[in-house]
């Protein structure tokens, strides 16, 4: 796996951490932090402020794991073959 598909799945894993750590948070902590109801009170400001990073993780781990893959499987089309023999 090359460099960046590593950095890839190791960003995407934070983003994911991120994105599970914002929801342990209560559910009115934008509203108890800012002093003010974005979204009226209702959450849909905490769930993406929670989704955004899971999904943008988990979108860049498919990436770096696409890479790798994709390089695992050109590494086995590089070997070279042992000639045959009739």
Do not use: C
Not at 5 to 24: E, P, T, Y
Not at 46 to 74: C, F, K, N, Q, T
């Amino acid at each position: 796996m090359d460099r960046r598909g590593r950095g890839s799945i190791a960003l995407g894993a934070i983003l994911v951490v991120v994105g599970i750590l914002l929801a342990a948070l209560p559910k009115d902590w934008v509203e108890q932090t800012f002093g003010f109801e974005p979204d009226g009170g209702n959450g849909f400001v905490e769930l993406l402020i929670v989704l955004v990073p899971i999904v943008i993780g988990a979108a860049v781990i498919a990436r770096g794991v696409r890479s790798w893959r994709r390089d695992a499987g050109h590494a086995r089309s590089v070997v070279p073959t042992p000639p045959r023999t009739p």
